[in-house]
Nanobody, 114 residues
Framework: QVKVVESGGGLVEPGGSLRLSCVAS????????VNWYRRGTGEGRELVGF????????FYADSVKGRFHISRDNAKNTVFLQMNDLKPEDTAPYFC???????WGQGTQVTVSS
């Protein structure tokens, strides 16, 4: 089955870190760009960042720039979203998306709270 599955969310205190994973099945993720989105309370979907083919990350939202980092592990068919210095406003479900495959994961919840 062709799909992507996110994991790694959880509850963390402000200033903490989490690493989200987007694992692909049924195709080789190396060959595709991957977006990370989040959905805030009462708001639309926000593009957090994306990575294109290879390791060339082209975009981070201003709200996460300098704190979040996207990377790949081709051997694991996985894209990661490393989130550092987390803030309460980062609280949201996070989704990975492979646009050329029109694939979305089910999301993983990140909650930043003391």
């Amino acid at each position: 089955q062709v799909k992507v599955v996110e994991s790694g969310g959880g509850l963390v205190e402000p200033g903490g870190s989490l690493r989200l994973s987007c694992v692909a099945s049924g195709f080789t993720l190396t060959h595709y760009g991957v977006n990370w989105y989040r959905r805030g309370t009462g708001e639309g979907r926000e593009l957090v960042g994306f990575i294109i083919i290879g390791e060339d990350t082209l975009f981070y939202a201003d709200s996460v720039k300098g704190r979040f980092h996207i990377s790949r592990d081709n051997a694991k068919n996985t894209v990661f979203l490393q989130m550092n210095d987390l803030k309460p406003e980062d609280t949201a479900p996070y989704f990975c998306n492979v646009p050329l495959r029109d694939l979305w994961g089910q999301g993983t919840q990140v909650t930043v709270s003391s």
